[in-house]
Nanobody
Framework: QVQLAESGGGLVQPGGSLRLSCAAS????????VGWFRQAPGKDREGVAC????????HFRGAVKGRFTISRDDAKNTLYLQMNDLKPEDTAVYHC?????????????????????WGRGTQVTVSS
């Protein structure tokens, strides 16, 4: 059974930083394309960052480029999202996710709806 458990969210002032973690069990993260998506109230989920398992290349949503970093610790089977210079528009529930099915399971998906497994999420609130 696949389980993804996010942690590290919270309330932070604009310009602050947070590091999200996602501990995985039931699968090996390094085999798949893995990433983070977020969903704010009343909005569709949007992909934030992803690591491809083909070449470990990373991909970011334009709005977070230069501010967010995604990384994976294969020994711990854990995914991370380092978020710096946070803005109020980053407020959302953040979910880690795995693309495990289909023929392109090693490539980062074009949209967040193409992930097959995701966790319950962790709330990130950016406010002064």
């Amino acid at each position: 059974q696949v389980q993804l458990a996010e942690s590290g969210g919270g309330l932070v002032q604009p310009g602050g930083s947070l590091r999200l973690s996602c501990a995985a069990s039931g699968l090996t993260l390094s085999y798949y394309a893995v990433g983070w998506f977020r969903q704010a109230p009343g909005k569709d989920r949007e992909g934030v960052a992803c690591i491809s398992s083909i070449d470990n290349s990373t991909h970011f949503r334009g709005a977070v480029k230069g501010r967010f970093t995604i990384s994976r610790d294969d020994a711990k089977n854990t995914l991370y999202l380092q978020m710096n210079d946070l803005k109020p528009e980053d407020t959302a529930v953040y979910h880690c996710a795995v693309r495990a099915l289909g023929i392109n399971w090693r490539q980062c998906p074009a949209t967040a709806t193409e992930y097959d497994h995701w966790g319950r999420g962790t709330q990130v609130t950016v406010s002064s």
